[in-house]
């Protein structure tokens, strides 16, 4: 390292389009010490729900979860098979799995008016929005707590 004209060090900066560089990776291991040190372990388990016509794949769920919360990634429905309760179903089946996995709620970001209410229809709550969000005026972020099942007595 040299220094500046000012006395102050000159560090060398690189800039990469992918994440795949070694550098970059140095990084996330480097926050995800930190987070573990400090956090725990983030267990991270993907899940992924996909539901099919015979061959036809019509709608599915991608996500993860970890540090107890279930991450919703991706929920996609067929235009031929919306307004038939598959979301609803696909949410059901996230919710049970994120239950199994001892998960205390489960989150979702949108930038879709339409999203956003079958969200808030399925129980869910608006926690932050991401105001100016490119090509739109909003992004939403929502949660939804998941209660605790108990045993019938």
Known sequence: MTK???????LNMAIFEDTENSGAKQVGSSLSGERVAGFGPRNELQLSIVAQAGDMVVGGLNGSTHWGWCYIRQLWVHADWRRRGLGHRLMAETEALARARNCTGLYVDTFDPGAASFYERAGF??????????DTPWSVF???RLELETGSA
């Open 4 to 10: 500046g004209l000012s006395g102050e060090d000159v």
């Open 125 to 134: 709550e608006r926690c932050g929005p991401l105001l100016d969000y490119p």
């Open 142 to 144: 929502y949660r939804k």
